[in-house]
């Protein structure tokens, strides 16, 4: 049996979970630091650093009760080693690290996005490879053809702001507070379904590229037109998320054809928004193919998609070395295959 600790604070979430191969996720807890940041407007990097450091040595005391397990019983620390925060990072790595050689165990720097990729292959049934991936995240929105766990392809990604950017900026400017993206998805439930047609950017081009930055200026001109009232905020809420659906859509039908697969793995924090679930449940139908999604807490940051990624380098042999390092910057497709 082989047990594997993971450590996530590449933003503004400190997950801690433990993935045993036999069991699965043994435990999974998480500190949100949204209470921190929403009077900011969004996450303020020094005071992310900060509070990583003062919860992430007690949530790691409380996995290892959860899993009813003790540090003996860890075969090796997984930790989110980019891209991020740095100051962020290095909490986790720092910790992590030391942990690893403090125990004598091997030290496992996972890619946060790789965990994000990986965390629907926790659910049952798991999608196996070959498969697209989309990623949508509040850093990055990409596709991938996935032909093996570790064989990441790049097809097409965004231009300029992600997904998760571009709900997050349009909440702003709807006065909803942050992290945008769930509150603008609750107030588009009122919104009607007529009044706006927002962009659909890049789709009437070939390629699998995305723009999301027009549809915020879009968005703000539309505020700019209209007395602000609630079902006004509604309506745009609406048509901005109805333009990031169909784009997503659009995109994902390309990505399809284009790889000629049938499953389509979608993932980050975005992949929890029920409007871009449903018109993503629609296309796979129309297609024949399947989707699949990790469960609402595994969308956003977590440790278990951590814990689960650093399980698959740990099998191939990928430790760390005794460095403290991370790569804010770091993409995914540069990854070394695994080969198991
Ligand atoms: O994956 P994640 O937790 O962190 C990053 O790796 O970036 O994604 C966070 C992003 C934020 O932009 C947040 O607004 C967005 O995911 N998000 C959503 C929803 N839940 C989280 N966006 C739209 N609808 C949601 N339900
Ligand atoms: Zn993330």
Known sequence: MTNILGIETSCDETGIAIYNDVQGITANVIHTQIPTHAKYGGVVPELASRDHVTKILPLIDTALEHAEITANDIDAVAYTAGPGLIGALLVGASVGRSLAMAWDKPAVAVHHMEGHLLAPLLEDPAPEPPFVALLISGGHTQLFEV??????QLLGESMDDAAGEAFDKTAKLLGLGYPGGPALSKIAEQGSHDRYKFPRPMTNRPGLDFSFSGLKTFAANTIASVDGTEQDKADIAWAFQDAVSETLAIKCRRALEQTGLSRLVVAGGVSANSAIRTRLEKLAH??????YYPRPEFCTDNGAMIAFA???????????DLAIEVNPRWPLAKLPPLCD
């Open 147 to 152: 032909q093996a766990i570790g064989a990441y």
């Open 286 to 291: 129309d297609l024949h193919a399947t989707v």
């Open 310 to 320: 650093g399980y698959h380098r740990f099998k191939a042999g990928q430790f760390a």
